[in-house]
């Protein structure tokens, strides 16, 4: 399974940006899908996760608590695409965004996911 994350770039506060992340190979096996990120001279930290849902359904999903209310997290698995809805950031969520997506259906930590993108880099400006 690959990963390509998507969508980065340098904002000022209160504004907006969007990440995707696409899958590719061996899709099948996958189910949770998730972002993490690691501000600098940080440990990395979950942001948003989802479960794979159904045809007529979303996913579940799951939030941190510094980001509730400002992103939404999305899939779309006709393209087996996560997406990131970012909106009102602040400059703490400066951070290097990571994609990573899980064969475990409700991860409960980082070590549950087994794939991970290559990092898409936010800067948010005061």
């Known amino acids: 399974v690959q990963l390509q994350a998507s969508g980065g770039g340098l904002v000022q506060a209160g504004g907006s940006l969007s990440l995707s992340c696409a899958a590719s190979g061996s899709i099948v096996r996958l189910n949770a899908m998730g972002w993490y990120r690691q501000p600098p001279g940080k440990q990395r930290e979950l942001v948003a996760s989802?479960?794979?849902?159904?045809?007529?359904?979303?996913?579940?999903?799951n939030y941190a608590n510094p980001v509730k209310g400002r992103f939404t997290i999305s899939r779309d698995n006709a393209v087996d695409t996560v997406y990131l809805q970012m909106n009102n950031l602040k400059p703490e969520d400066t951070a290097v965004y990571y994609c990573?997506?899980?064969?475990?259906?409700?991860?409960?930590?980082?070590?549950?996911?087994?794939?991970w993108g290559q990092g898409t880099l936010v800067t948010v400006s005061s």
């Open positions: 990573g997506a899980s064969e475990v259906v409700v991860p409960e930590r980082q070590s549950h996911y087994d794939y």
């Open positions: 989802i479960d794979s849902g159904t045809m007529l359904s979303g996913g579940g999903t």
